[in-house]
């Protein structure tokens, strides 16, 4: 009840550690009537998310489809945050909805049923990435139907070489949200100017990242950043920070001299 009072105060806060232009923290229960809650006042300080999980790992294609669609808001704003470390069901989520995203904005394929219904032309809706082998996972194509469902459902096509499944009207329902935060994305990574990454789940690398080698202990890929790949995805992006985990090494350093004068031929 005092807060904001006149028996209230203003604290400037400066840092122990002058020079790092951080830690600007201060031990409010010195001051506090109720030192017991031990509460800090804390400003000015870079904070770093190692990692956003849930409490408990679900196995998200088994999920229903509005827990789903509850999810796919929640990693779309984490996308929009700039955190890409996540636990396997939400990167599994994120990495899908990249995926149609650069489908359908990238590329500029519209799903349609009779496309995903041949297999020859899936891959031709997905990106060509050698890593996924040209073809759209299992998890990309089950709501890449939903959209179509929707897109067949707002403009009808007379098409010899699909048949409607039973369920379309729900899909329609469903690839229409769905359709909705790929529009939301493309926002998002539409206004960046600066993207910053950390470290980046491994199940989402191949967006942002190339595969240089495979790790022989671990049998798992080892992936170098990508700037062309990440400015696939954030068209606009001007700044770009690698923070902590990343060495400009000479590799990485001829990389960049590679995108910069990809960047000039394109231009000039």
Not at 94 to 122: D, H, P
Not at 138 to 144: G, M, Q, T
């Amino acid at each position: 009840k005092t807060f904001a009072t006149d028996r209230g105060m203003v604290l400037k806060i400066s840092s122990m550690y002058p020079r790092l232009y951080h830690c600007h923290a201060f031990d409010a229960s010195l001051l506090s009537d109720y030192p017991e809650e031990e509460e800090w006042l804390i400003g000015f300080v870079y904070t770093r998310i190692r990692k956003v999980h849930t409490k408990e790992l679900w196995n998200v294609q088994k999920m229903p489809i509005e827990s789903q669609l509850r999810f796919s808001f929640f990693v779309i704003h984490l996308f929009k945050l700039q955190v890409f470390s996540l636990s396997e069901d939400l990167a599994e989520i994120l990495s899908m909805v990249i995926e149609l995203y650069q489908a359908k904005f990238v590329r500029g394929r519209r799903f349609t049923l009779a496309a995903l219904q041949n297999t020859n032309s899936i891959g031709q809706l997905m990106l060509q990435d050698s890593e996924r082998n040209k073809q759209m996972g299992d998890y990309e194509r089950k709501w890449a139907f939903k959209i179509a469902a929707y897109n067949e459902e707002k403009e009808p096509t007379k098409h010899p070489s699909y048949e409607e499944p039973p369920s379309i009207a729900n899909d329609a329902v469903n690839g229409r949200i769905m359709n909705l935060l790929l529009d939301k994305i493309h926002s998002f990574a539409s206004e960046l100017k600066i993207v910053r990454f950390d470290d980046i789940s491994y199940n989402l690398r191949h967006h942002f990242m190339n595969k240089i080698r495979v790790n022989v202990k671990d049998n798992k890929n080892v992936y170098r950043i990508s700037f062309s790949k990440i400015q696939k995805i954030f068209r606009n992006v001007e700044e770009i920070y690698l923070h902590n985990f990343y060495k400009l090494d000479d590799e990485l350093l001829e990389h960049i001299i590679d995108f910069l004068r990809m960047k000039d031929n394109q231009t000039g």
